[in-house]
């Protein structure tokens, strides 16, 4: 079974900075897709970032973009200049190729002024 | 606004009872997916419907169901509602282009 794993349950960045959160995943597939989700506090969830697992090439969406080492299994997210918008949960989430989708347990992410 | 929408967005009920949950997809999009959220967890995957016809199965309880319509939207019925079935229920709808979409969500809270 794949699974998700999300080491950080909180982090915090300055206003500004650039963090970076982390997911991990266990798979034996080789095709798959994975995700970044954002949930802010009205709980609504929304697409960050995707990526392709054929496509060695980052995605990169505005501030966002994710470092995928697949021969590690490793899916950071990294968000540049974060603003204070940007304090939500993130979750990680891999979808195999039967469309099944899996979460990690997320990330609360707090944007200090 | 995703395109889909979810109904109703708060649901109160008792212990025992039963509550049907609805979404519409996307426009287009054939597979529909639901997805359980208990409280600052991560999601759980339930079922996916593709064009009327079961796809997948996750952690979904032998006390749910679930069915996708001829007009693609789809139902969520939750019976013998036990406390700990009080979370946020998603449902999200995908195309060809195999990104999810999701819904706002309902809040089912049993009393």
């Known amino acids: 079974a794949q699974t998700v794993t999300q080491s950080q349950p909180e982090m915090s960045v300055q206003e500004a900075e650039t963090v970076t959160l982390s997911c991990t995943y266990d798979t034996s597939e080789s095709d798959y897709y994975l995700f970044w989700y954002k949930q802010p506090p009205s709980r609504q969830m929304i697409l960050v970032i995707r990526q392709e697992a054929y496509k060695q090439q980052n995605a990169t969406e505005n501030r966002f973009s994710v470092n995928f080492q697949k021969a590690a299994k490793s899916f950071s997210l990294k968000i540049s200049d974060s603003q204070l918008g940007d304090a939500a949960m993130y979750f990680c989430a891999y979808r195999s190729a039967t469309r099944d989708m899996r979460f990690g347990a997320g990330t609360r992410l707090t944007v200090k002024p | 606004d995703s395109g889909v929408t979810q109904t109703p967005k708060h649901l109160i009920t008792a212990t025992g009872q039963r509550v049907t949950l609805r979404c519409s997809p996307r426009s287009g999009d054939l597979s529909v997916y639901w997805y359980q959220q208990s409280l600052d967890q991560g999601l759980q995957f339930l079922i996916q419907y593709y064009n009327g016809e079961e796809r997948a199965k996750g952690n979904i309880l032998e006390r749910f169901s679930a069915q996708q319509f001829p007009d693609l939207h789809s139902e969520l019925n939750l019976s013998s509602l036990e406390l700990g079935d009080s979370a946020l229920y998603f449902c999200?709808?995908?195309?060809?282009?195999?990104?999810?979409?999701f819904g706002p969500g309902t809040r089912l809270t049993v009393l």
């Open positions: 999200a709808s995908s195309g060809r282009d195999n990104e999810q979409f």
